[in-house]
């Protein structure tokens, strides 16, 4: 297969994963009355527990003994629908996110025994056998019938808590009444009345997955509060520190030696480190805030909310919940990064000034060795013409022997005269000797500084 051809196929597998709806089949067993039992987990370890998530849910899809043709389960969601013999319907729905996996666990009882209630589901024998991977983000027990909610006397002794809220979400006909207080198996408890039509039992389905998004959501904003909280109080003692410090070194730096400079090289380093940590962590916790914040919001606007009779507005509760919430942790993290600028800022300074100490000594240092080297230089001028005497000396004193020795056979008249007549011709002879002797070491040093870069070249055209 060509190139282009695997490209054209990989293009077309996306595309039918992209417009393809997993959920559809499950709009086809629901039905009202029926009870949902939602769960939520955050994941410590999305690239480790997401597959651990999706092994869980297979199973508890082989402890139910749900049919394989009643299964779906794909990387990210999974289904499975098992019936009973007097017609209850059990469905477990599964699905993992970027951030945390949830199971939807329907009871869909059958014409017979159309009744529901709050507590565990009543499927025959059913019985939840997991214990789920990473911390509980929110557990909600929803119980779906036909026609209008129950009377608000009825609504108060079912749900928990101090204040009842209720609306109408979609249209005229479906109600939704809650606490947001979770009961005492920690669940929130919500009653849905879909009215008397059922011409579209999937839209059961859209009403379950608004209220558990919104849920969700809001829960996972909520979570990161006890963690800024201990932020802040960390953030305003490190800039306390910061700002006495930066009074102080600016104040001294000007007179500040080597050693005082680098001491508070070092102690900005470590503040600069446990700055640098605390906004990794808070990064990775807070980052997605502002993306939770806009999904509940856009939620809340998509199931187009009326207010009811003698009930408080749901989005009352969570808007008053989540309110400045994202924009708080997107302040303090703006805060953090200011702060970590401002450590890094000052630490550039000193570093500058260390810098301008050090190159300060290499001038004074390169200014001693030029000084130190004009001395070398006179001075080997100087042992260079004493050199020269000296040699002068010497051939004169052996030309002195060597005249007395002609004299004595005769062959000259006077040695004086030709020992005087000599020593310019030594001076001279001595002043070549040495000439001819620098110039000498000078070539041999420089062909031994040669060889060497020789070697270095042709070990790199070999290497090439």
Not at 19 to 45: N, T
Not at 141 to 154: A, F, K, N, V, Y
Not at 250 to 257: D, E, G, L, M, P
Not at 341 to 350: T, V
Request: with cysteine; proline share 5%; hydrophobic share 35%.
């Amino acid at each position: 297969m060509h190139q282009s051809d695997i490209s054209e196929s990989r293009t077309e597998t996306f595309l039918r994963k992209l417009h393809e709806r997993p959920h559809q089949p499950i709009g086809r067993w629901l039905r009202a009355p029926a009870h949902m039992h939602y769960e939520a987990f955050r994941m410590s370890d999305p690239p480790t527990q997401r597959p651990a998530s999706r092994s869980e849910f297979q199973s508890l899809l082989e402890h139910f003994k749900v049919p394989a043709e009643t299964t779906d389960l794909r990387d990210n969601f999974g289904y499975g629908m098992k019936e009973s013999e007097d017609g209850d319907r059990l469905i477990l729905i599964w699905q993992a996110h970027t951030e945390y996996y949830n199971y939807q666990l329907w009871h869909v009882p059958s014409q017979a025994n159309g009744t529901v209630t709050f507590g565990p589901l009543r499927f025959p024998d059913y019985t939840f056998p997991m214990e789920p991977l990473g911390s509980m983000v929110c557990r909600l027990d929803i119980l779906l019938t036909t026609g209008t909610l129950p009377p608000r006397s009825e609504l108060r002794g079912l749900l928990p808590g101090p204040v009842l809220y209720g609306s109408r979400i979609f249209n005229e006909e479906t109600c939704v009444a809650t606490s947001f207080t979770p009961d005492d198996q920690g669940r929130e408890r919500y009653w849905v009345g879909v009215g008397s039509s059922q011409g579209d039992p999937s839209r059961l389905k859209d009403i379950v997955d608004a209220i558990v998004r919104i849920e969700t959501y809001y829960h996972l904003l909520l979570m990161q509060k006890p963690l800024s909280s201990a932020a802040i109080d960390q953030i305003y003692k490190f800039e306390q520190v910061h700002l006495k410090q930066r009074e102080i070194i600016t104040s001294h730096i000007a007179r500040a030696n080597s050693e005082i400079l680098q001491r508070w090289m070092n102690t900005l380093t470590q503040d600069l480190l446990k700055t640098n940590r605390m906004a990794g962590k808070l990064h990775f916790e807070l980052s997605a805030s502002l993306p939770y914040d806009k999904i509940v919001h856009t939620t809340l606007t998509s199931i187009a909310e009326q207010p009811m009779d003698s009930y408080r507005p749901i989005s009352d509760y969570v808007l008053g919940g989540i309110t400045g919430v994202a924009e708080g942790y997107q302040q303090l993290l703006r805060r953090i990064d200011t702060l970590r600028g401002g450590f890094e800022g000052i630490i550039a300074i000193i570093r500058t000034r260390i810098d301008l100490i050090v190159e300060s000594q290499n001038l004074a240092l390169l200014q001693s060795v030029d000084k130190t080297t004009k001395s070398q230089v006179i001075l080997q001028h100087t042992v260079e013409g004493l050199s020269v005497i000296v040699i002068a000396y010497y051939l004169a004193g052996l030309g002195g022997y060597v005249f007395k020795g002609l004299q004595e056979m005769g062959w000259l008249k006077s040695a004086n005269l030709a020992l005087a007549i000599f020593v310019p011709i030594a001076i001279g002879l001595a002043f070549l000797i040495t000439t001819v002797s620098k110039k000498y070491l000078h070539k041999k040093l420089a062909s031994e500084q040669q060889a060497p870069k020789a070697d270095k070249a042709q070990g790199q055209v070999r290497d090439n």
